[in-house]
């Protein structure tokens, strides 16, 4: 029998953030750490602004077995600068000893109005006097995991935010590979999002190709070793992916889409384009900006240029050879596109691969 849930879900608690209710403080209980990073990051964006700072003054992230209660008391005290509101955020706060949470008593009958004090952690111990006047004194959030009977629901709500569309299959395929993990689920989604660029249509073989064999056989992997010129780790990703049946050109043709949008990246940084406006001016969702521009910045023009002279090269070598030199024809690809210094020069224009 499942445990009796207590607190607001993750999605009220964003209705009433959205409303402007911001509380003096906050509970976020349950052992699924990714509704946990949620609520905190809902909370951050309304108290911090939407720059969701994490340093200065109105901010301090603190952990229940490294704090006493007159170092979270002084940070709560504390009058925010230049800002309405500051944050404390406590992690991991079963870990606060119980003589340290009865000092903390009284600030719960008399919280800082300017301060939104957050308690993050899976458990905690009902028996303490603390935690009991938390349930009258703070807004809990329950961050348990999700029953398996919700995670379809689940699975297809967050897919539509990728734009992703997801049939019975693959949201079966999906929920088997993440073992009921939220986190999971969203980083094999931001993996679809590249892997099938542009189409929307997701397959459970689709699903299964991004995770590869086994660690280190995804296409993921393959793409971020590459990024870091990984010679090693893009050579073994890469025997993996093709020994699962990826095909060749299916390959090559994500590698092609990745370093137009990494071209068009550095394009503009050149330009001095702020980072925030990168996501709407490439078309491309906002998680995945920093991961360009970081790859953005491994490159010099002239490698960039190189790469997509390889592409064109490569896709030749593939339609026109046999099926036995196609492993070899990628190795060499390989091997290419890890040459050169990891630094940044210079921009100069070229036309990418189309």
Not at 79 to 97: E, K, Q, S, Y
Not at 146 to 161: F, N, T, V, Y
Not at 238 to 245: E, T
């Amino acid at each position: 029998m499942k445990a009796k849930r207590e607190g607001i879900g993750v999605a009220e608690l964003k209705r009433q953030l959205a409303f402007g209710a911001c509380a003096p403080i906050y509970v976020l209980l349950g052992e699924e750490s990714y509704l946990r990073e949620t609520a905190l990051a809902a909370i951050r964006r309304v108290v911090l602004g939407a720059e969701d700072q994490e340093t200065g003054f109105n901010y301090d992230l603190l952990y229940g077995d490294e704090t006493d209660a007159l170092e979270v008391l002084n940070r709560c005290d504390t009058f925010p600068a230049f800002a309405d509101r500051r944050l404390v955020i406590i992690r991991n706060v079963g870990a606060l000893p119980a003589r340290e949470t009865e000092r903390l008593l009284p600030y719960l009958k008399a919280p800082v109005e300017t301060t939104s004090l957050v308690l993050a952690g899976d458990k905690l111990d009902g028996r303490l006097k603390f935690f009991q006047s938390l349930k009258a004194a703070a807004v809990t959030v329950d961050c348990s995991p999700l029953d398996s009977r919700l995670m379809p629901d689940w699975i297809e709500e967050q897919a539509k935010g990728f734009g992703l569309s997801l049939d019975d299959a693959a949201s079966e395929a999906l929920q088997h590979a993440s073992g009921g993990n939220l986190a999971v689920v969203r980083r094999e989604l931001e993996k679809l999002v590249d892997y099938l660029h542009p189409s929307a249509s997701v397959s459970a073989a689709d699903v299964e190709s991004v995770r590869g064999a086994d660690t280190g056989g995804t296409v993921w992997d393959f793409l971020g070793a590459l990024a870091r010129k990984d010679r090693g780790n893009a050579l073994r990703a890469l025997g993996k992916i093709l020994d699962a049946g990826e095909p060749p050109l299916r390959l090559l043709g994500l590698l092609a889409y990745q370093w137009r949008q990494v071209w068009k990246t550095r394009e503009q940084l050149d330009r001095r384009v702020p980072e925030a406006g990168l996501a709407r001016i490439l078309g491309v969702p906002p998680f995945r900006i920093q991961g360009l521009v970081e790859q953005a910045r491994m490159f010099s023009d002239n490698e960039l240029a190189r790469c997509f002279d390889a592409f064109r090269e490569v896709d030749s070598s593939l339609k026109g050879g046999g099926r036995g030199a196609e492993r070899l024809v990628m190795e060499r690809l390989v091997l290419n596109l890890c040459r050169g210094e990891r630094r940044v020069t210079s921009s100069r224009a070229f036309v990418p691969a189309r």
